[in-house]
Structures are given as structure tokens and as C-alpha cells.
């Protein structure tokens, strides 16, 4: 399984636009047949997509199964935990850029897609800046931090019905908030894919972050210039997660973060489980935003 796609329904779809290909790095893929805006990483048609609404939030996760039998056996978690899904037709499917897709809602409303395969674009794939490539394959694209009343619900469905496995759990002071509760779930061998989130209080938007992984350091800086360059608001500077990562924060136009890193750690069948006490190693100084979505 991967972190194939993300999508966001947003109001300013120009904004988003400039954030994505002039600042971040993406390649435009054009618009889809569902009249969403598709933006490419990789040589896949898509890895992130933009619908106009007025959510201001994530709107689809994509999660990619690896061939028709994980597919296949995912459905069949899916009906033994009696979660309803909707098997759509191909044109939703050529519009996600797969061949197969299901839609479901999660606990607390989390919108998951279940897909499989993810189609090649018919195009060269051409970086919006060369030399700076992304960390994809079979990882996925990067992660998503989910922002919901209680992170063990929203867990315990990705393990059960996903497949998906504890990298960590984490409580500690984060932004603000003195007992940030998450726990970091992978599905392959990068860190963390999805990392469901507690933070002691409802708050408008599921999305808290999503972050995106470059090859190199050079990509992150070279990144972190364009973003002070361009104005927005730097939420974490420069620092080390503890789960290896080097990454900065900012603000996109709909409030919540994106995160730019490089190092992740990789994890496998010998990786120990244990709860982290801090989230950074050093770094990442806080600045609030001045209209934050949450603390």
C-alpha cells in the first residue's frame, strides 16, 4: 500500500495553484473530467489534485494498493469490519488518475479512496526545477497528519482495514500545545504515511499537515528560498524530527500546513515501536500564524 494521491477542496484554486507549481515545484497535469486540477511529482498522471469548494480541507486520501490482490483482500477488511463503500464507475477512476477506485468515509467524516493501479501519465514527466526530485516509488508521496477527537479510533480502522502498522506513537509539546497525542502508522517501508492526531480540542479542518519528501537537502532549501521569497507564512523553521526528517512548515492558502522534508527514516520487520517524548531533535521554531487554524 502507498499514499498514492492527496486532494483538497479549495476556494482559491489560483492561489493553491502558484503555491504548487511555482513555489513547491510541481508539474501542472491539467484539469480532470470531474473538473478538478491535477499536479504531478513523478511520472504518474497525477499525485495531487484541487476541486473548488469552500472545505478548505482535505477532500480525498489516496491510498494505492500494490496489484489487484492486496487490492482485492482490502475490500474484504473493508466488508468483515462492515464499513460501507461505493465502487465507482471508470470515469470517477480515469479522473483519480487509477484504474479502480472505492470511495468510503472514515471515522470522524476522513475521506479515503481505495485504489489500484496508479496509471502512467502519456507524457514525459518534466520538474518544474530540475535537479529537485522527489522521494516517491513505492514509498507514496509523503505523509498526511489528520487532526481528529481521538487518534485511537481513527488507528485502529487504518490497521484494521487497511493493513497499515505503528512506526511510533508520540505525546509531547508540539505548537503550542503541551500534550500533542499521535501515533505514526506506515503501510511500506517509509516512516509514516498517515499519522492520525489528538490535540485536546475539535478544530474546524481534519488536515493539520501534509508533507512532501525531496531526494536531498539542496531540494529543501532551495524550496524553503522560493517560500520566503514568495511571502508565505514560514509556521516551523529548519529542524530534525525525530523521526529523522529535516523539514520546514508553511502555511497554504487555506490555513493548514504543508511541510517540506528530506531523510525520513525507513523502517522494517525489526523496527521497535516506542512513544516519543519529543517530535524535534532541534529546530523548528514556532512562529503562530496570525489567523491559525489551530494552535
Not at 471508470?90 to 479502480?100: D, I, K, L, S, Y
Not at 479512496?113 to 514509498?139: C, H, M, N, S, V
Not at 503541551?178 to 481534519?206: I, K, M, W, Y
Amino acid at each position: 500500500m502507498q499514499l498514492g494521491y492527496i486532494g483538497f477542496e479549495v476556494g482559491d484554486v489560483d492561489a493553491w495553484r502558484r503555491l504548487f507549481t511555482e513555489v513547491i515545484g510541481l508539474m501542472p497535469a491539467g484539469e480532470n473530467a470531474d473538473g478538478s486540477v491535477g499536479f504531478r511529482m513523478d511520472e504518474r498522471t497525477q499525485r495531487l489534485f484541487l476541486r473548488e469548494g469552500q472545505a478548505e480541507d482535505v477532500c480525498a486520501i489516496g491510498l494505492c494498493a500494490d496489484g489487484t490482490e492486496e487490492y482485492a483482500a482490502t475490500l474484504a477488511r473493508l466488508t468483515t469490519n462492515n464499513v460501507e463503500f461505493e465502487i465507482m464507475d471508470a470515469t470517477a477512476a480515469n479522473a483519480r488518475g487509477v484504474e479502480r477506485l472505492v470511495q468510503l468515509s472514515g471515522p470522524y467524516g476522513v475521506p479515503i479512496e481505495l485504489a489500484t493501479p496508479l496509471q502512467a501519465a502519456k507524457t514525459p514527466f518534466t520538474p518544474r526545477y530540475p535537479g529537485e526530485e522527489w522521494l516517491i516509488g513505492d514509498l507514496g508521496i509523503g505523509h498526511i497528519l489528520l487532526l481528529v477527537p481521538d487518534k485511537a479510533v481513527m488507528s485502529r480502522f487504518l490497521v484494521d482495514c487497511f493493513g497499515f502498522r505503528y512506526s511510533n506513537t508520540g505525546k509531547g509539546p508540539w505548537n503550542g500545545v503541551e500534550d500533542a497525542e499521535v501515533d505514526f502508522l506506515n503501510c511500506n517501508a517509509r516512516h509514516h504515511s498517515l499519522a492520525p492526531a489528538t490535540v485536546g480540542q475539535r478544530l474546524p479542518q481534519l488536515v493539520g499537515h501534509f508533507m512532501l519528501e525531496r531526494k536531498t537537502v539542496d531540494g529543501v532549501g532551495l524550496t524553503y528560498d522560493r517560500v520566503r521569497e514568495d511571502g508565505l507564512h514560514v509556521t516551523n523553521e529548519l529542524g530534525r524530527h525525530t523521526d529523522g526528517a529535516l523539514s520546514f512548515y508553511a502555511q497554504t492558502p487555506s490555513g493548514f500546513d504543508f511541510e517540506i522534508g528530506t531523510e525520513g527514516f525507513q523502517v522494517d520487520d525489526d523496527w521497535e515501536v516506542v512513544e516519543l517524548k519529543s517530535y524535534s531533535n532541534w529546530g523548528h521554531a514556532f512562529h503562530p500564524a496570525p489567523s491559525p487554524t489551530w494552535p
